[in-house]
């Protein structure tokens, strides 16, 4: 992992920021997950529209819902995580792969980007913006490219 950061202690707060998210993730904690973000993040995320802005976000029920989709656990993992942060504004960017099983049987094993904008508010890291995206293929079939791995 390469890092760039003005104080090593920013540094570990994000990645315990990051840690404690993917952890919320796994044991499919709604509320937990909402609590790493800022009021009003802007998204972009892998769920429709195109974008959430200000308060529009898919908040806690979105994400509850998201966790129903799938029977048993979900599977969240890390990949090549870099951080970049400054006094009060930091971004990290990593692969993350989604696994599981979904609600019908149905198997889900993708890897997908993702970049996370970071403000300091009240003394606290949130995220303020969450961009996550899947690559497709260029060929005109407009096909995501799911079946990639790193």
Same mark, same amino acid.
């Not at 390469?2 to 998210?21: H, K, M, Q, Y």
């Not at 802005?53 to 656990?73: H, L, Q, R, T």
């Given at each position: 992992?390469?890092?760039?950061?003005?104080?090593?202690?920013?540094?570990?707060?994000?990645?315990?920021?990051?840690?404690?998210?993917?952890?919320?993730?796994? $044991?499919?904690?709604?509320? @937990?997950?909402?609590?790493?973000?800022? *009021?009003?993040? /802007?998204?972009?995320? !892998?769920?429709?529209?195109?974008?959430?802005?200000?308060?529009?976000?898919?908040?806690?029920?979105?994400?509850?819902?998201?966790?129903?989709?799938?029977?048993?656990?979900?599977?969240?993992?890390?990949?090549?995580?870099?951080?970049?942060?400054?006094?009060?504004?930091?971004?990290?960017?990593?692969?993350? $792969?989604?696994?599981?099983? @979904?609600?019908?049987?149905?198997?889900? *094993?993708?890897? /997908?980007?993702?970049? !996370?904008?970071?403000?300091?508010?009240?003394?606290?890291?949130?995220?303020?913006?969450?961009?996550?995206?899947?690559?497709?293929?260029?060929?005109?079939?407009?096909?995501?490219?799911?079946?990639?791995?790193?």
């Amino acid at each position: 992992m390469t890092n760039v950061t003005a104080n090593p202690s920013e540094d570990a707060a994000i990645r315990e920021l990051r840690d404690g998210l993917t952890d919320a993730i796994r $044991r499919k904690d709604a509320d @937990r997950v909402v609590s790493y973000f800022s *009021d009003a993040p /802007v998204m972009y995320i !892998l769920s429709p529209p195109l974008q959430f802005a200000g308060d529009e976000g898919p908040g806690k029920d979105g994400v509850k819902e998201w966790f129903d989709s799938f029977e048993g656990p979900i599977g969240y993992d890390i990949r090549d995580l870099h951080i970049v942060a400054g006094a009060d504004v930091a971004f990290c960017h990593s692969l993350i $792969r989604i696994s599981g099983t @979904r609600r019908g049987g149905d198997p889900t *094993d993708i890897w /997908v980007r993702e970049t !996370l904008g970071l403000r300091k508010l009240d003394g606290a890291w949130k995220i303020a913006h969450q961009h996550q995206s899947v690559p497709f293929y260029m060929d005109g079939s407009n096909k995501a490219a799911v079946d990639l791995k790193p």
